[in-house]
């Protein structure tokens, strides 16, 4: 469930889908990069034509880095003897080779498919031909504004995976100062939370007392293989609250490290911003400062890292004492196993749509970041993909 590599079973399950291995404002065309993904190295690089290139990261002449290559000719130039690979791969030219020589034509360079929308580049590093891109509306609507987070966690995808349907953790490690919990930890909050799961989410409904009496919150989060979380999915269209969205891939770079990919989308509100201020940084929690120098405790980033990079880079789960806490840390492995038992049977795992057209877009349903209902009301309600026509 954890390996990433390629013929892994976690690393060809994570290979069957459209990953995000970049933001599009760091790929700039005179910048060509190395970057790891799913254990890969691979030279990431935008042509003169503002096209987007995944390959392998060396040479196939005499193997140097394509890193100090310069972008030109169609492509990219080997800093070292000038052959120029183009975005797919193909070879364009070989100066010191004979005019008239066909030899180009029997090299290329191992190039993953690409595709930028949103301001993210997916690639798909799989077998065969790719599926359908998923044309999640917050990746294609124009009618707003998206705002981007990233950075890189030193463990494993899934130690990053299993904290996210785990409410408990949210009012002890960061919520020490809730409610004078930190004098008085006992009185932190405990979100009653109910799991849920279908064969494409597994999420959890938390309910906490609102600011409003006789009332109380209910918010949830989903997650949804191979690796993305969704806080946020904007509720349906109609919703009071209105449209918002905030989700986050958790892309591989290897067995050990996790590059945390965040988006969100504000639509526009008769033709106004609804960008919400960045929130203020957390209050300092004094009482755990410093007692650990690696990570800085005073932020939820910082907290969130000491305790899933403290597990141990991959968490040793044989290990683990689960309780009636961790049911929805269980229902994330369950829906993640499935997809790596259908891949193993030769299945599409969840959530890829053969039958996805170019005039649809698809929907996260999910509460994400909150409602507001009466105490003691049944409120029936489950993520879900609604397909959208022509919405674009
Ligand atoms: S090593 Fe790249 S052109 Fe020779
Ligand atoms: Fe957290």
């Not at 399950?13 to 291995?21: A, F, G, K, S």
């Not at 183009?86 to 364009?92: E, H, M, Q, T």
């Not at 919400?276 to 890292?305: H, Y």
């Not at 004492?321 to 891949?343: C, E, F, N, P, T």
């Amino acid at each position: 469930m954890t390996r990433v590599g390629p013929g892994t079973p976690a690393g060809a399950t994570l290979r069957r889908y459209w990953l995000p291995v970049s933001f599009s404002h760091e790929i700039k065309s005179d910048e060509p990069k190395i970057v790891r993904r799913l254990g890969e190295d691979l030279l990431i690089f935008r042509d003169e034509q503002g096209r987007v290139g995944l390959t392998e990261p060396t040479c196939p002449h005499r193997g140097t880095s394509l890193e100090y290559g310069w972008i030109e000719a169609g492509g990219i130039r080997c800093c070292y003897h000038g052959w120029v690979f183009d975005v797919n791969g193909r070879c364009l030219e070989q100066p010191g080779e004979p005019v008239g020589s066909n030899f180009k034509d029997k090299i290329a360079l191992k190039a993953y498919a690409i595709r930028e929308v949103g301001g993210l580049i997916f690639a798909y590093m799989g077998p065969g031909a790719p599926p359908p891109f998923p044309r999640y509306d917050f990746l294609f609507r124009q009618d707003g504004e998206r705002t981007y987070d990233g950075y890189v966690r030193e463990c494993n995808f899934l130690n990053q995976l299993d904290n996210c349907l785990d409410p408990v953790h949210a009012t002890i490690l960061h919520g020490r100062e809730v409610n004078g919990a930190r004098e008085n930890p006992e009185r932190a909050e405990n979100p009653e939370f109910e799991v849920l799961a279908d064969e494409l989410f597994a999420s959890y409904v938390a309910r906490r007392q609102g600011p409003v009496a006789g009332k109380e919150w209910h918010r949830e989060v989903s997650y949804t293989p191979p690796v993305l979380v969704i806080h946020d999915g904007g509720s349906t269209p109609d919703d009071p609250n209105g449209y918002f969205a905030d989700v986050a891939w958790r892309v591989p770079v290897d067995d050990y490290s996790t590059q945390s990919f965040i988006l969100k989308f504000f639509p526009f509100k008769d033709g106004q911003s609804t960008k919400r201020p960045k929130r203020a940084s957390n209050r300092p929690a004094p009482l755990l400062r410093g007692t650990r120098m690696k990570f800085d405790m005073t932020t939820v980033n910082g907290q969130d890292a000491a305790a899933q990079i403290g597990q141990g880079r991959i968490a040793d789960r044989a290990a683990e004492h689960l309780g009636y806490s961790d049911r929805g840390v269980i229902q994330v492995r369950k829906l993640w196993m499935a997809a790596i038992q259908a891949v193993q049977r030769g299945d599409d795992p969840p959530g890829i749509l053969r039958d996805l057209t170019d005039s649809e877009m698809l929907h996260f349903d999910v509460v994400g970041s909150g409602r507001l209902v009466n105490i003691g009301e049944m409120v029936e309600h489950r993520p879900r993909v609604v397909r959208i026509q022509g919405m674009e």
